[in-house]
């Protein structure tokens, strides 16, 4: 997989727009792109995944520039329960992938 | 349904005592299975994955071992437990997603706490 540098942490309020920047400059051809999101005491869950462009789905956007060694996770009108660490992982897994390895991700605190 | 099931959930082991956590995983067939820990505030360690029945990766060598001895079961095991293995254990595998790419799917997972 690519490595992947993101904000350690962030800050926003309820009811504001949040965009997490995840930079992965080594991106290959075949990779995607995936965001995850993991509550306390419990295992990362899948958010939302993308090659090009922008993909939108009930819960978040993902934008992905034209050269692809960005990709930033856009949620909208963050609540409190959106407080939680986001990983963002890129790699080939269309493949029968092996070695899974995820970052620092970034702590995202929504405050009232 | 593909689901994935993880016991115990939680444990609280004497240090020098042996560990078994198991994973299975239903309604597939050949997943790709991974173990993973998280210490208290940090991030996730991949510990171990398997390709298939047999077939283990460590990627952190210590006093935890793996074995997968049916294609859908997957169990971590310790024969002297250690203060630092206390945390948050994860098994894993990988789902084909909607959009045709594979995704990460994990179970609830298992709290340990060695004393």
């Known amino acids: 997989l690519a490595k992947t540098t993101q904000p350690i942490s962030m800050d926003s309020y309820e009811g504001q727009e949040v965009n997490i920047t995840c930079s992965h400059n080594?991106?290959?051809?075949?990779?995607?792109i995936t965001w995850y999101q993991q509550f306390p005491s419990q295992g990362p869950r899948f958010i939302i995944q993308?090659?090009?462009t922008k993909v939108t789905n009930e819960v978040a956007s993902l934008f992905i520039p034209a050269d692809r060694k960005s990709s930033t996770l856009s949620l909208p009108r963050v609540s409190l329960s959106d407080t939680a660490v986001y990983y963002c992982l890129v790699g080939s897994l269309y493949s029968s992938a092996s070695k899974i390895i995820f970052g620092s991700g970034t702590r995202l605190s929504i405050r009232p | 349904s593909q689901t994935i099931h993880q016991w115990p959930a939680t444990l609280v082991q004497p240090v020098g005592s042996p560990l078994s956590l198991e994973c299975t995983v239903e309604?597939?067939?050949?997943?790709?299975l991974y173990w993973y820990r998280q210490a208290a505030g940090r991030g996730l360690q991949l510990l171990f994955y398997?390709?298939?029945?047999?077939?283990i990766s460590s990627e952190v060598p210590q006093n935890l071992s793996a074995s997968r001895p049916q294609d859908r079961q997957f169990i971590l095991s310790s024969k002297k437990l250690l203060l630092s293995d206390s945390g948050f254990y994860l098994c894993?595998?990988?789902?084909?997603?909607?959009?045709?790419?594979?995704?990460?799917?994990f179970g609830a997972g298992s709290r340990l706490t060695v004393l």
């Open positions: 993308g090659y090009k």
């Open positions: 080594n991106i290959a051809t075949n990779d995607y």
């Open positions: 894993a595998w990988i789902k084909r997603g909607s959009s045709g790419a594979n995704v990460l799917t």
């Open positions: 398997s390709v298939g029945i047999g077939q």
């Open positions: 309604g597939t067939s050949n997943p790709n």
